[in-house]
């Protein structure tokens, strides 16, 4: 019921969490369209599916429009998945390996200074090159903050990316980052040692702001927007093929404006 309740459509599209392991596969076929043949991660595992031991445990969040022409890798029973977004909640986590993003950063220190919170991981995030626009990220938005509602998240985490493996290439877009979003002691979490990145590359002199933050990332401009903070340190992931941030969004830092598009929490 809790599932049911999640389904959300809009502009002729819905969003909703996958029903089966047949639909998990589609998510993981969409995943290996996306990252491997178009930004060129490392492949590992079965051939044409982008998947790990975390996808066992986590919920598939999909974005589905109606099915017009013949049916293709992304064809669903309701239609052609054009987006999904991996939510994995500390529940699931615990006792099966922690977190995907605790391979890149510290995260136990902020679990146990939270340990009365309910923690949420996102990741895994793609859409379809044609379906890029606002009404399919609109969607996986409302789809998360649906599901935070129903299961009563606090705070949300996980890696949001730079294309690349070279820090220096985003040396004003890290260092505005690290230097202007100012994380609250409580909520700092940093790089594992044997991965960490500076991010404070370059003088605050040397880039204007608000052209930095027009240039983010998509995800990231849209995690800032919200409210969100950021560990301390990057991390190169080779095998996707970026360097990779920590981004922390409790729910009670969220800007109160985006409840009258999403909800607000209770």
């Given at each position: 019921?809790?599932?049911?309740?999640?389904?959300?459509?809009?502009?002729?599209?819905?969003?909703?969490?996958?029903?089966?392991?047949?639909?998990?596969?589609?998510?993981?076929?969409?995943?290996?369209?996306?990252?491997?043949?178009?930004?060129?991660?490392?492949?590992?595992?079965?051939?044409?599916?982008?998947?790990?031991?975390?996808?066992?445990?986590?919920?598939?969040?999909?974005?589905?429009?109606?099915?017009?022409?013949?049916?293709?890798?992304?064809?669903?029973?309701?239609?052609?998945?054009?987006?999904?977004?991996?939510?994995?909640?500390?529940?699931?986590?615990?006792?099966?390996?922690?977190?995907?993003?605790a391979s890149e950063y510290d995260l136990?220190?902020?679990?146990?200074?939270?340990?009365?919170?309910?923690?949420?991981?996102?990741?895994?995030?793609?859409?379809l090159k044609r379906a890029r626009g606002?009404?399919?990220?609109?969607?996986?938005?409302?789809?998360?903050?649906?599901?935070?509602?129903?299961?009563?998240?606090?705070?949300?985490?996980?890696?949001?990316?730079?294309?690349?493996?070279?820090?220096t290439a985003h040396k004003t877009a890290?260092?505005?980052?690290?230097?202007?979003?100012?994380?609250?002691?409580?909520?700092?979490?940093?790089?594992?040692?044997?991965?960490?990145?500076?991010?404070?590359?370059?003088?605050?002199?040397?880039?204007?702001?608000?052209?930095?933050?027009?240039?983010?990332?998509?995800?990231?401009?849209?995690?800032?927007?919200?409210?969100?903070?950021?560990?301390?340190?990057?991390?190169?992931?080779?095998?996707?093929?970026?360097?990779?941030?920590?981004?922390?969004?409790?729910?009670?830092?969220?800007?109160?404006?985006?409840?009258?598009?999403?909800?607000?929490?209770?």
């Open positions: 019921m809790r599932h049911e309740a999640l389904a959300f459509m809009r502009h002729h599209m819905k969003v909703r969490l996958a029903r089966s392991p047949d639909e998990v596969r589609v998510a993981q076929r969409l995943r290996y369209h996306v990252f491997h043949e178009e930004c060129g991660a490392v492949h590992r595992g079965e051939q044409g599916l982008d998947a790990d031991c975390f996808d066992g445990k986590s919920e598939h969040l999909l974005v589905i429009e109606p099915l017009t022409g013949e049916p293709g890798p992304f064809t669903l029973e309701d239609g052609t998945l054009v987006g999904t977004y991996r939510l994995i909640t500390q529940n699931k986590a615990q006792g099966n390996g922690g977190f995907y993003s136990q220190p902020l679990l146990r200074r939270h340990a009365n919170l309910r923690f949420l991981e996102l990741g895994r995030s793609c859409v606002t009404a399919v990220v609109e969607l996986l938005w409302q789809g998360i903050w649906n599901f935070v509602r129903i299961y009563k998240i606090d705070v949300m985490l996980g890696c949001a990316s730079f294309d690349g493996t070279d820090p890290l260092s505005f980052l690290s230097q202007k979003v100012q994380t609250p002691d409580v909520w700092h979490t940093k790089a594992l040692p044997e991965r960490f990145q500076d991010m404070n590359l370059a003088p605050e002199s040397s880039y204007e702001a608000k052209r930095v933050l027009a240039s983010l990332p998509p995800l990231i401009k849209g995690y800032l927007r919200l409210g969100c903070y950021f560990g301390e340190g990057c991390v190169i992931d080779h095998e996707f093929n970026t360097v990779d941030v920590l981004v922390i969004l409790p729910v009670s830092a969220i800007n109160p404006r985006y409840f009258t598009r999403f909800g607000a929490p209770a």
